[in-house]
């Protein structure tokens, strides 16, 4: 078989590609986001992470929640203002005390990260 031949199958592929899907990605999952003709979105697994995280019982467990949430900040106007509670737990000088006040922010952004609006992407120039 020649090049030409095997030029002529992939673009049979690509055919047959392009008719499946009307030529377009409609959707894509990137980097715990999704994307589509909407904007962008969190992931619905991560959502589904978010809503069964338990309520953090050290420093440690603070942090990683508070680095999952971190990186959907966007998505939730005011993030450093609400999170301040938590982040105060998290340094080394403080004692450790998870009382109604971190409970509640907790669950703010739970709450928030789980009904996070779809960030619209730039029209095209």
């Known amino acids: 078989m020649d090049d ?3 030029k002529d199958d992939d673009n049979k592929d690509d055919k047959d590609y392009d008719d499946d ?5 409609r959707e894509v ?5 999704v994307v589509n ?3 962008i979105h969190v992931d619905k697994s991560k959502i589904e992470a978010i809503k069964n995280w338990e309520a953090p ?4 467990e603070v942090r990683q929640f508070l680095g ?5 900040r966007r998505f939730i106007d005011g993030f450093s203002k609400i999170c301040q509670p938590l982040t105060d737990l998290t340094h080394k000088d403080k004692k450790y005390l998870w009382i109604d ?3 509640v922010v907790f669950q703010i952004i739970k709450q928030k990260l789980c009904s996070a ?3 619209s992407l730039p029209d095209a120039v």
């Open 101 to 103: 006040k971190q409970e």
């Open 29 to 33: 999952q990137v980097l715990g986001h």
């Open 57 to 60: 019982k050290t420093p440690t």
């Open 117 to 119: 609006p779809i960030l």
């Open 68 to 72: 999952l949430a971190g990186y959907y």
């Open 37 to 39: 003709e909407q904007g």
């Open 4 to 6: 030409d031949d095997n």
């Open 21 to 25: 899907v009307g030529g377009h990605i």
